[in-house]
T-cell receptor, first 115, second 118 residues
Framework: DTEVTQTPKHLVMGMTNKKSLKCEQH?????MYWYKQKAKKPPELMFV???????INESVPSRFSPECPNSSLLNLHLHALQPEDSALYLC??????????????FGDGTRLSIL | AQKITQTQPGMFVQEKEAVTLDCTYD???????LFWYKQPSSGEMIFLIY??????QNATEGRYSLNFQKARKSANLVISASQLGDSAMYFC???????????????FGIGTKLQVIP
């Protein structure tokens, strides 16, 4: 079992739906990440939160909206997605300062399919 | 230019044998970190091993070791005594520059698919 919990594990939604992906960690980490991973490709960074503040947005379309309500939770709100947004969405967390050699810990991911 | 290069799309290894997965990187920053992750078909990314650019010794974690050749900019992963459960995708990743802002921004290579044969 991973220490980063993502729900749901699978999600199928239409292009007009609104849904949210959730991520939770209780390791006391202060940095949290969202990645998108297409089949047979490496993960691509979408957003980074550090100490509950958005630190990086990798020019992600506005139909993806991240939220970090507290240091343990990270959400990704989805609205009006396109079929090409179908992918595995991975959440990760890592220790805050000092980051040093601390790796990111990943959840199992949410497999998202857009109809 | 690619920051991380993994030239082996797929590798086969006999159970109980050792295998080396290649990774080369490109950076002009003297401070950086290199990570290896394993991704089984279930999807979870599992951290295996880390090597810092200033580390004097090659990193080791159980059956995993990192062959770090700084001058050649290579950071190959060596898995000893392969097991069937080692069958997975393996990603090399790099953090350029010292960690800042309390987070690690890494770039992943395209991965190598390892299959362990009984």
């Amino acid at each position: 079992d991973t220490e980063v919990t993502q729900t749901p594990k699978h999600l199928v939604m239409g292009m007009t739906n609104k849904k949210s992906l959730k991520c939770e960690q209780h390791m006391g980490h202060r940095a949290m990440y969202w990645y998108k991973q297409k089949a047979k490709k490496p993960p691509e960074l979408m957003f980074v939160y550090s100490y509950e503040k958005l630190s990086i947005n990798e020019s992600v379309p506005s139909r993806f909206s991240p939220e970090c309500p507290n240091s343990s939770l990270l959400n990704l709100h989805l609205h009006a997605l396109q079929p090409e947004d179908s992918a595995l969405y991975l959440c990760a967390s890592s220790q805050g300062e000092p980051a040093g050699n601390q790796p990111q810990h990943f959840g199992d991911g949410t497999r998202l399919s857009i109809l | 230019a690619q920051k991380i290069t993994q030239t082996q799309p797929g590798m086969f290894v006999q159970e109980k044998e050792a295998v080396t997965l290649d990774c080369t990187y490109d950076t002009s920053d003297p401070s950086y970190g290199l990570f290896w992750y394993k991704q089984p078909s279930s999807g979870e990314m599992i951290f295996l091993i880390y090597q810092g650019s200033y580390d004097q010794q090659n990193a080791t974690e159980g059956r995993y070791s990192l062959n770090f050749q700084k001058a050649r900019k290579s950071a190959n992963l060596v898995i000893s005594a392969s097991q069937l459960g080692d069958s997975a995708m393996y990603f090399c990743a790099m953090r350029e520059g010292p960690p800042a802002g309390g987070y690690q921004k890494v770039t992943f290579g395209i991965g190598t698919k390892l299959q362990v044969i009984p």
